[in-house]
């Protein structure tokens, strides 16, 4: 299993990639609720792409009537190989502070091999250039606030689950601010998307 520096510069570089690095991310059963206002957040809506060296990636973003997203991504590598994800949910809101809470969408689901699974927490921002950066919720910090007893969920050798009621959730960030949850270190222009040129 690749160690956090490794993880982290995949999910930067990859969208995609979350869901294969289920160690490098917490889940949520009980996320940040959806606005009362269940339009998405139209800022976000449409096509980005991120460069790095040889490798691109491609985020289409669609809004449903229900209010949630719809994210497909679309990694291109130096070979021209194409990898392809899909995700869905929702655009929120805590003060200030924007988020996507997502989940994978599978193509095919067997019951025998179902578990439980939560949503990924992803902090955003557009800048005023129109720039699209995220960071996701470091999981060596959620761990440190369930052992603190500030979060309820498991942890294992392989995955996180964050258990506490959305409440709980959205009084802790609203208390410690969404700095608490992620790794400000990261370079943030490793996860940032532009419109792409016409």
């Known amino acids: ?12 570089l990859w969208f995609g990639l979350i869901p294969l690095l289920t160690s490098c991310v917490a889940e949520f059963i009980n996320p940040i ?7 998405p957040d139209p800022a976000l809506l449409g096509e980005w792409e991120m460069t790095e060296k040889d490798e691109k990636v491609k985020l289409y973003i669609y809004p449903r009537r229900s209010g949630w997203i719809d994210i497909i991504s679309v990694e291109i590598d130096s070979k021209n190989k194409i990898k392809l994800d899909i995700y869905e949910g929702y655009t929120t809101q805590i003060k200030q502070g924007k988020f996507l809470c997502l989940k994978e969408r599978e193509m095919i689901v067997k019951k025998e091999d179902a578990e439980e699974s939560g ?38 050798r392989w995955k996180t689950i964050v258990t506490s009621e959305a409440d709980e959730l959205v009084a802790l ?26």
């Open 119 to 156: 949503y990924y927490i992803v902090p955003y921002k557009i800048s005023d250039d129109g720039r699209f950066s995220f960071r996701i919720f470091d999981v060596d910090r959620i761990n440190d606030m369930i052992r603190k007893g500030e979060l309820k969920g498991n942890i294992t």
């Open 173 to 198: 960030i609203s208390t410690k601010g969404v700095d608490s949850f992620i790794d400000t270190a990261q370079d943030i222009s490793k996860s940032t998307f532009s419109r792409p040129k016409k």
């Open 1 to 12: 299993m690749p160690g956090k520096f490794h993880c982290v510069r995949l999910l930067a």
């Open 33 to 39: 609720p959806p606005p009362k206002s269940s339009a």
